[in-house]
């Protein structure tokens, strides 16, 4: 992940997820701290997010930050690509590259 060109570091012991329900058109986020719900729409190789809602747990300053900066992210529609298993979110001078995983029961 980078940021302005930079390595952008999570919070220790943390990591972001992302959850696709195609049937539902929605995708959920997390970061570490809370989980974020999007209705969601992929087309045209942009991640367009509107509507968001969270869970409104508690949680350290810097978890709730960094749900903020991923929340803000993904409603900037983040072009997406995917490339060997991996997917790759880009946008305003920020790169994400997810790791794909198989669906869990």
Known sequence: MTENGRPRFLVRGTRITLWFVDETHRLSA?????TVMFEVDTDSGVLKTRSPFSTVLSFAPALIDQDAWLTEFLL???AWTTANGTLILTGDRTT???QQTPDRP
């Open 96 to 98: 994400i590259e997810l």
């Open 76 to 78: 900037r529609a983040p």
């Open 30 to 34: 997390h970061a570490g701290g809370n």
